[in-house]
């Protein structure tokens, strides 16, 4: 049986990681590179990981889009900051019968693509630890697993379909532990619980997740943000038990010392996810009648922040 093949937008921390798992399990996978394109050219495409490292010397790789066939699958990997790229990137890689797995943090960002390409669109929440530390070097420290679930136009729960199924099916067949969900909007939501008070506070306070959970302030801190957030999703129809909270601070816990990803742009003078993180959940919460007042402020120092970047980043 044929394997599906994937084109991979985006061969950073996630994308390089989860694409070359797939590569070393015999999928056809193209991968889109810029800036990095003669170094994986020269050298091929590094991942250093706890599952094995990889080195990849005969990696598809692609400097247009242009010249890359159409692939069964589009995983895109790129940065909400970048998506302003996808109208011209996704229609020739997708064609006709494509799917897409958007593997990014936020919210709404399937419907940005579903307006693209049509509701072929899956969302894919990455819960791991991995670093893109050199060109064409990927760095997985940590974590790894993927919960994955179908996109709906009309915002509801698409419980498990053939479709997800199957794109599930070959990640497991790279070794990528994955998590099948029924109901993707709330998965959304689950992940923010971690990604607004870690990222965001990261951040801010130039810190690294272990010092903030072993901190009682920043803790509490958090404590209080995850509760925001589980208010507003309750607003839009989905229900994050209250013991969650704990599942997100024990699994922090246990998670080795890291830098997320917002702290490492801001500190790289990158374009901050300040929108897709915060600035989204916080319209549509307060669309739903719910104010954040934590959130919010997590949101205006970021954006300071974000504004004060190098020009010429």
């Known amino acids: 049986m044929t394997k599906r093949s994937y084109a991979i937008l985006g061969t950073g921390a996630i994308g390089g990681l989860y694409g070359a798992r797939l590569h070393a399990a015999g999928f056809p996978v193209r991968f889109l590179l810029h800036r990095d394109y003669d170094h994986v050219r020269e050298h091929g495409l590094r991942v250093d990981s706890i599952w094995g490292d990889l080195h990849l010397r005969d990696a598809e790789i692609y400097r247009d889009v242009a010249q890359m066939p159409p692939s069964d699958v589009t995983i895109v990997a790129l940065k909400t900051t970048q998506n302003e790229q996808l109208a011209e990137l996704l229609p020739p890689l997708v064609g006709d019968r494509g799917f897409v797995l958007v593997l990014q943090n936020g919210l709404g960002v399937e419907d940005e693509i579903a307006r693209m390409i049509g509701d072929r669109v899956l969302g894919g929440l990455c819960f791991t630890c991995s ?183």
């Open 131 to 313: 670093n893109k530390i050199a060109p064409g070097h990927i760095h997985h420290l940590d974590e790894g697993k993927i919960a994955i679930g179908d996109f709906r136009p009309d915002g509801q729960p698409s419980g498990i379909t053939d479709r997800l199924d199957a794109i599930a099916t070959d990640l497991e067949t790279a070794g990528i532990p994955i998590d099948r969900q029924a109901d993707l909007i709330l998965a959304r939501w689950k992940k923010l619980m971690w990604n607004i008070p870690f990222n965001g506070l990261s951040a801010i306070l130039n810190a690294k997740t272990d010092a903030l959970v072993s901190d009682s302030a920043t803790r509490t801190l958090a404590i209080a943000l995850m509760q925001e957030i589980r208010t507003a999703a309750a607003a839009v129809d989905r229900q994050i038990p209250a013991d969650f909270i704990d599942t997100m601070l024990a699994a922090t816990d246990a998670m080795r010392p890291y830098l997320t990803s917002m702290k490492l742009d801001l500190d790289c003078d990158r374009p901050l996810e300040v929108e897709a993180i915060f600035g989204h959940p916080l319209r549509v919460a307060a669309a739903a009648g719910v104010t954040m007042p934590q959130t919010t402020t997590l949101y205006h120092q970021l954006k300071f922040l974000d504004a004060r970047r190098l020009p010429s980043s």
